[in-house]
């Protein structure tokens, strides 16, 4: 995109020389058109420069006619410009609204980044705690076992002697 606008600027300077050019010609023959008219309301002619005043309202006409033709390329020219630069202008903001939708994307997903970290960082202090409480539960549980393994141990050894004496008795 920045390569076309930068394509589009070129050429717009390009055409804007080739505008100020055509103005500085049209100054010209202004001038020389102020020029002709002098000569031409200047009553003491001779009669042998009547030619030349034939070649000079001549090319007064023809530079007349390059006038309107430079007035209409002009004209042309200028529709050209404003073109080009409403498609520069819509270009660029379109560029710029593109921009902003991605700050605003680009903000949306930090944030939503943030929250997980904190969900994360929440879910594994909960799984600490969890893992601390399963650990203490284990711990008791085999505490527990083992006294019911000595207690079972016991009661086979009463048992047994309890056998042992009914049978002694």
């Not at 010209?28 to 420069?49: A, F, G, R, S, V």
């Not at 410009?81 to 710029?96: A, T, W």
């Not at 594994?124 to 650990?135: D, I, N, T, V, Y």
């Not at 207690?151 to 309890?162: A, C, M, T």
């Amino acid at each position: 995109m920045e390569a076309d606008v930068s394509e589009m600027r070129n050429e717009l300077q390009s055409r804007d020389g080739l505008w100020r050019r055509i103005q500085l010609e049209c100054q010209k023959l202004y001038t020389e058109l102020l020029k002709i008219k002098e000569y031409k309301n200047i009553q003491e002619i001779p009669i042998k420069h009547q030619s030349s005043c034939v070649q000079l309202t001549e090319q007064l006409e023809n530079k007349n006619t390059e006038l309107l033709l430079f007035a209409e390329s002009r004209e042309h020219q200028e529709e050209e410009l404003n073109k080009i630069r409403n498609h520069v202008y819509r270009e660029e903001q379109s560029r710029c609204s593109e921009q902003e939708r991605m700050k605003t994307e680009i903000s949306d997903l930090t944030e939503e980044l943030h929250q997980k970290e904190i969900t994360i960082a929440t879910i594994m202090e909960k799984a600490s705690l969890l893992e601390r409480q399963l650990k203490m539960e284990l711990e008791t549980k085999h505490k527990l076992l083992t006294k019911q393994q000595l207690l079972e141990f016991r009661y086979q050894v009463i048992k047994s002697e309890n056998t042992h004496l009914k049978e002694m008795v």
